[in-house]
């Protein structure tokens, strides 16, 4: 398996593998890292799609991509996918994929269309002080050290990193920023969570450091990531002919680790409460996904808090981590993962409007009217007040295809769930949806003698507890994660946020996509390369406008020394071009 990054290979056709007529398939995971790859495994490596089969724990495909419910008891939605046009893997995968949106369109297509006419931008990014714009929005408030801090952190070797954390190497300087709260919004960072991803996000997303202030870097589906990213996929897939079982809980991948070689040898399995399992060919290929962010996400309701379940037991996608684990340490360290949901929990909550009146407040909030069908908050709003540190969202509406006319609907979370309300003084995560929604619409500015009777008949609220949602940022070191293909893999592959592929950053629908490629190409040597994940840390345009945005417009002295190396050269243009001298 091979890198690159040009377009010399981004449309070619690979010959089938020698002897892919007689090998089959077995994906464990029905999230998108799963169909990912049994989609490369049909168009790239000439698969017969019947000889492929996805073990499914639950009812529903795409894993995170969800979106359920209905209108008279409420919609559902544990999270939304922020996307750009630099997910070279996933855009890759869905040019191939038929749209049930538009004839003769690829998801892709229909994507593309969609955000051109309707670029994503946010009209206030951050409030404070009870539905009030954020004064200073629209600087990023870093020091000359905090700057310094950035700069030190990309250029660090990741091994220096190993198991420390964000507050381990960027200060109270840096915590203070305005970048910081827009950083950790966007992206659901902790400072606790693990120094490597922040190292990793900073060097990936250079360029969206020119969208933190309103985020117009951004892109979004039409609907939900289940109706317009997971649908789509798995129509494509059953109609290709894919096996899809659902309720099959795997419970362990046996593998011979004897000599030097790894081969999977046999899958157990929980269906209905019976054990079953297929033992492995020769030609026969497993892809595990291992972890979940999702995995004992809870629902509540308006009236009920949801419940907070940690448990790991037989049947649990971390328990068969674990047993796969305790096979051979290449198979990664699980717990260093799902060991301290403490710190990898926060909660989301679902708003379905039932009358005008939130719609009317988001319209005033925002400027822009919610059933436009255009953007309305184009990402996140952060409160920068709030207790629970709250954002919230409303995506173009309809967010549901069977929603009706007149109907809203919002996503709000708490990076900080464990925390009394600054109205509704309990932490969120003991909060029933109507509590949540009174403490969102007290931020929003509703006068206090209307909130209750806005939140206890204006919406329906479901509030959703989700254990492992930011696992994968925990503090790690070089070997905790699995190799997506593990040294000496014959037939073995890991899939997901919990593999590890280079310079790329989990909590993304890239990374899935990206882990998926990689094994499919590795383990059948496909002969076409895996786009190299973008560059722009290495592009000086992509440097110095980002180092403008970081000192908030204020220019390098015009005199000195960088004025004197420069003069004269394409560097002292583009220094000009860019607003820094």
């Known amino acids: ?216 870097t951004l892109k979004f589906t039409r609907f939900n990531q289940q109706e317009s990213l997971s649908r789509p996929l798995a129509t494509w897939l059953v109609s290709q002919g894919v096996i899809f079982r659902h309720g099959v809980r795997v419970t362990n991948v046996l593998v011979d680790t004897t000599g030097a070689k790894k081969v999977a040898t046999r899958i157990d399995w929980l269906e209905s409460g019976q054990s079953g399992h297929t033992d492995l060919g020769a030609d026969d290929l497993a892809f595990v996904t291992n972890g979940s962010m999702v995995e004992n996400a809870r629902w509540g309701d308006h009236h009920t808090p949801a419940p907070l379940d940690t448990t790991i037991g037989e049947g649990n996608v971390w328990q068969l981590w674990r047993n796969m684990a305790a096979q051979d340490p290449a198979f990664g360290r699980p717990d260093v993962f799902c060991g301290d949901t403490t710190r990898s929990r926060w909660e989301s909550a679902t708003v379905t409007t039932l009358d005008t009146r939130i719609p009317a407040l988001v319209h005033e909030v925002t400027g822009r009217d919610p059933f436009s069908g255009r953007t309305v908050t184009g990402g996140p709003i952060t409160i920068k007040d709030s207790a629970w540190l709250m954002s919230w969202v409303v ?75 930011t696992a994968q940022f925990m503090p790690r070191a ?19 946020q919990f593999a590890e592929t280079p310079r790329d950053t989990v909590f993304t629908t890239e990374y899935s996509v990206r882990t998926a490629m990689e094994a499919v190409y590795t383990l059948l040597d496909i002969d076409r390369a895996v786009p190299e994940v973008f560059g722009s840390v290495y592009d000086i345009r992509m440097l110095l406008q980002a180092a403008a945005e970081l000192r908030d417009g204020k220019k390098v002295p015009a005199s000195g020394l960088l004025r004197h190396i420069t003069d004269g050269t394409e560097i002292d243009t583009l220094l000009e071009r860019y607003g820094l001298i």
């Open 1 to 216: 398996m091979r890198y690159a990054h040009s377009n010399f290979e981004a449309f070619v056709r690979p010959a089938r593998p020698a002897g892919i007529g007689n090998r089959s398939a077995w994906i464990v995971g029905g999230g998108l890292g799963g169909m990912a790859a049994a989609a490369f495994l049909i168009r790239d490596a000439g698969m017969t799609p019947s000889r492929i089969t996805i073990l499914e724990a639950s009812d529903t495909d795409g894993g995170a991509l969800d979106g359920a419910g209905n209108s008279e008891t409420g919609w559902l939605i544990r999270g939304g996918r922020e996307m750009e046009e630099q997910f070279q893997c996933l855009w890759d995968l869905y040019r191939s994929i038929p749209s049930l949106e538009e004839p003769d369109a690829s998801v892709l297509d229909e994507f593309y269309r969609l955000n051109r006419a309707d670029p994503s931008s946010s009209p206030i990014r951050a409030m404070c002080g009870r539905g009030q714009k954020l004064p200073d929005r629209d600087r990023l408030t870093l020091t000359g050290r905090a700057r310094r801090e950035i700069v030190a952190l990309i250029l660090a070797d990741e091994k220096t990193l190993d198991g420390r954390t964000i507050s381990d190497v960027l200060s109270d300087d840096f915590m203070k920023s305005n970048f910081w709260l827009f950083w950790r919004s966007m992206f659901a960072f902790e400072t606790w969570h693990s120094a490597i991803e922040m190292k990793r996000y900073l060097a990936r997303f250079v360029h969206q450091i020119l969208g933190l202030k309103d985020l117009h």
């Open 395 to 469: 995506s173009r509406q309809p967010h549901f295809k069977g929603q009706p006319q007149g109907q809203m609907v919002a996503w709000l979370y708490g990076l900080f769930s464990n925390v009394p309300g600054d109205y509704v003084k309990k932490p969120m995560q003991d909060c029933t949806g109507e509590e949540i929604t009174r403490e969102w619409l007290f931020h929003m500015g509703v006068p206090e003698d209307r909130i209750d009777d806005m939140a206890a008949t204006g919406a329906i609220t479901h509030p959703c507890m989700m254990p492992f949602i």
């Open 478 to 496: 070089t070997g905790d994660r699995p190799k997506v293909v593990p040294d000496g893999s014959r037939n073995l592959a890991f899939l997901g």
